[in-house]
């Protein structure tokens, strides 16, 4: 028998119930606080303690966590640890919310025994006749039941059980079970057992029309095979395109055996779909009706530090995401298929990676295999002098999209090896000289085109430079601006300079097989080593890159936490010895953050050209989030045309250029409605390239959402127009949260 209880004396009692001071077990502290006008009895002959007129008993122990019960009138047992509450009723615990007139309750073992109650955990409610519980055991058993993920006193939808049991906290047992809409049953389940956790079974439809597909009707239903391996069916029908589907698995094993899916989807796809090699070779084929897409995705972490990753996935034709898994296309558009594994210490990394070409009409550099060791930068003994290296050697082959004869392979080895040595001087001036090569050997390369032929091959390069910084601040502590919310003032300005020298390889890239080559960016690339890893570009260099960075924080919130206000990065490189073709200016970077209040920010990017005084690149945008009614952004994109500058077949590394203009308003009309607008404009040539709205609905269990979406794209590309109904239960979403603004074509892909 626990002390606390057996000894509670008139001295506990009043130190306990007058003064709310918790009273000891050997592992439970309890308290009782007067609510209300709260009177207080006790008996000492009995060790009972009866509080009425409103009154709330807390508990805390560490195995079962903490609880509290609110009550009209409460009668506790100090010998047993019997609780008696009547009126009013309201409890807290394990997460759950317990609302009734009458609970028998033990203060120590937790067990529960009433009658009629109410209950909640998100996203559950579910009310019984009668309730017996061990918290301990994890043991529940509870008597005409209902349970619905609809908050209303009147359930729309809602299981009516005549005896639910939960058995060591997982296993969930139903019997004579009826769903009911309202008042009116439409499905009987004489028994069911599930574990708790995911639901064991789950089915969502998403019906439509676009214009590409026709009518359309996108099913999938989960079934969770056990607590580490789920399927999802997918049937999918399109009258204008034919049935699709395909199963998929999900499976977790633990970190060591890892986790992953696996993913299927194939149709006869009546359409005449042109296969986009004719855009380069002139024939007039069709793309197979027979089209599909399987993937497999791995993770796992073997051991600490030690991590594996795998990622497959082979298509039927370069069209397939694009066609059918338009959110996956939008931000992947050629998936590559690889195996990773990593191995980390506290000064060195080893990875090997091999990326096979699984899909041949997409561009792709083979690594079979590429292996990797990487020194991280380390401190030598004692000295004032730190290293680092980076080794790669393997296999490579580089295939050219529907240019099979351009392809090339050839084996590499490259390593590169650095001495720094950083110091700080009077306190606030950081300068780091550098100096380091590298070596690289190229086999023989195997290729079919004589332009690719390249013979065996050894490249040195030396480098030097420095990198030159400072911080420097200043503090105004009376700055206050209720405009800004702004309680104090500092700002940082952080100038630096970057200083790299490499002469002129005895290899220059033109006679080297190009594995990592440098591609054209919209961001300007690194100009020091190893942050620019284009290995196989690597050339003479006589640059520096200047660079200042402003900053500007206060203290806001209640907390006055540290918050910027303004940060503003500027840097541009001056090429002492300009190569052919380049000027002595690099294009000026400048990349702005600046958010006046914690609910509004704006953001911009900008490329400007010093030699020619014009934007090359510019991406801006505002951002309001006011409150939980409504929120908007709006935004520009501008690309300049520029085939002779990006070195490209197109005019830009993104195709054509832009200047587009795009907008995104959300509004919550009130609990139970709210609205969406997203455009596009592209004011080059006035086109309104996308616009779509959806409109969304609170049906308490469930949630939906109409969505219409028209699209005029460029290039040729024909126009498309979607409608689709979205309905999914609160309780087992069908999207994540945000997709509809991050991955709005989610409500039309196949899953």
């Known amino acids: 028998m626990r002390r606390g209880l057996k000894n509670l004396g008139v001295v506990g009692l009043y130190l306990s119930l007058i003064m ?22 006790y008996s000492p002959t009995s060790n009972i303690t009866v509080a009425y007129d409103g009154v709330m008993i807390k508990i805390r122990e560490a195995q079962l966590g903490p609880a509290s019960i609110m009550a009209d009138r409460v009668t506790v047992d100090g010998d047993s640890g019997e609780l008696l509450a009547e009126g009013d009723i309201t409890m807290h615990q394990s997460g759950l919310v317990w609302r009734g007139e009458f609970l028998q309750y033990n203060i120590q073992t937790r067990q529960i025994r009433t009658s009629s109650f109410r209950a909640g955990k998100s996203p559950f409610v579910m009310s019984s006749g009668s309730i017996q519980s061990d918290p301990a055991t994890g043991a529940y058993l509870m008597e005409d039941a209902m349970v619905s993920t609809d908050d209303d006193q009147q359930p729309a939808l809602k299981a009516e059980v005549g005896s639910l049991s939960v058995r060591d906290k997982e296993e969930v047992t139903l019997r004579n079970t009826r769903l009911m809409a309202g008042k009116t049953p439409f499905f009987y389940i004489p028994f069911l057992r599930a574990t708790q956790g995911k639901s064991s079974s789950a089915y969502q439809f998403t019906p439509g029309y676009r214009s590409r597909y026709g009518l359309f009707l996108l099913n999938e239903y989960e079934l969770n095979l056990n607590p580490q391996l789920s399927a999802t069916f997918n049937l999918d029908y399109r009258t204008a395109r034919g049935l699709a589907g395909g199963p998929d698995l999900e499976y977790d094993f633990g970190p060591e055996l890892g986790s992953g899916t696996f993913e299927s989807y194939f149709m006869s796809d009546r359409e005449k779909i042109p296969d986009p090699a004719d855009f380069s070779s002139g024939k007039e084929d069709l793309l197979n009706p027979n089209r599909y897409r399987f993937g497999w995705f791995h993770q796992a972490t073997i051991r600490p530090n030690l991590t594996a990753k795998a990622a497959f996935q082979k298509l039927s034709d370069p069209l397939m995401n694009r066609d059918f898994f338009e959110s996956f296309h939008r931000q992947n558009t050629q998936p590559r298929s690889y195996v990773e594994i990593n191995q980390q210490w506290r000064n060195a990394a080893l990875s090997i990676v091999a990326q096979p070409q699984l899909n041949t009409f997409f561009n792709r550099v083979e690594r079979l295999p590429e292996i990797k060791f990487t020194g991280l930068r380390q401190q030598l003994g004692n000295s004032p002098f730190f290293y680092e290296s980076e080794t790669t050697a393997g296999y490579f082959a580089r295939n050219f999209r529907y240019e099979r004869g351009r392809s090339f392979e050839a084996a590499r080895l490259d390593t590169f090896h650095q001495i720094l040595m950083p110091r700080t001087y009077a306190g606030w001036l950081t300068l780091t000289p550098k100096l380091g090569g590298r070596y690289g050997y190229y086999s023989n390369t195997l290729s079919s085109d004589p332009d690719q032929d390249h013979r065996e091959a050894k490249r040195y390069v030396f480098h030097a430079g420095t990198e030159i910084s400072t911080k420097l601040s200043r503090v105004d502590a009376e700055f206050k601006s209720s405009w800004l919310d702004a309680d104090g003032l500092r700002h940082v300005l952080m100038p630096s300079i970057q200083y790299v020298f490499v002469p002129e390889p005895n ?201 219409l979406r028209m699209r005029n794209p460029r290039g040729g590309q024909e126009k498309d127009v979607t409608l689709s109904v979205m309905l999914s239960m609160k309780a087992f979403p069908q999207f994540g949260l945000g997709d509809d603004v991050n991955k709005p074509s989610s409500f039309y892909d196949s899953k």
């Not at 918790?22 to 207080?40: K, L, M, S, V, Y």
């Not at 958010?595 to 953001?603: A, C, D, F, G, N």
């Not at 014009?614 to 709006?634: H, Y």
């Open 20 to 41: 709310g001071q918790a009273a000891q077990w050997e592992d439970t502290d309890w308290e009782i606080i007067p609510q209300r006008e709260g009177a207080f009895a």
């Open 507 to 707: 290899a220059r890239p033109t006679a080297l097989p190009q594995f990592d080559y440098e591609m054209p960016t919209l961001m300007m690339l690194p100009v020091d080593f190893p942050a620019f890893n284009a290995i196989d570009a690597v050339d003479a260099r006589n640059v520096m890159r200047v660079g200042l960075r402003n900053l500007f924080q206060t203290k806001r919130g209640d907390e006055r936490q540290v918050d910027s206000l303004m940060d503003w990065n500027v840097f541009a490189d001056w090429r002492l010895d300009p190569e052919p073709g380049q000027g002595d200016l690099a294009d000026l970077t400048s990349d702005l953050h600046v958010q006046p209040r914690e609910w509004w920010s704006l953001q911009s990017i900008a490329r400007y050209s010093l030699e020619e005084s014009a934007l090359r690149v510019a991406d801006q945008g505002i951002t309001f989030l006011p409150n939980n009614v409504w929120s908007m952004k709006l935004g520009h994109m501008y690309v300049r045309d520029d085939q002779e500058y990006w070195g490209e077949e197109s005019s830009s590394p993104w195709g054509i250029g832009n200047n587009a203009l795009y907008s995104r308003f959300y509004y919550r009309i009130n609990e139970n409605w709210g609205a969406r607008l997203n455009q596009h404009y592209e004011a080059s040539d006035g086109r309104l390239e996308e616009h779509a709205y959806t409109l969304y609905r609170d049906f308490r269990s469930f949630t939906g959402a109409f969505d």
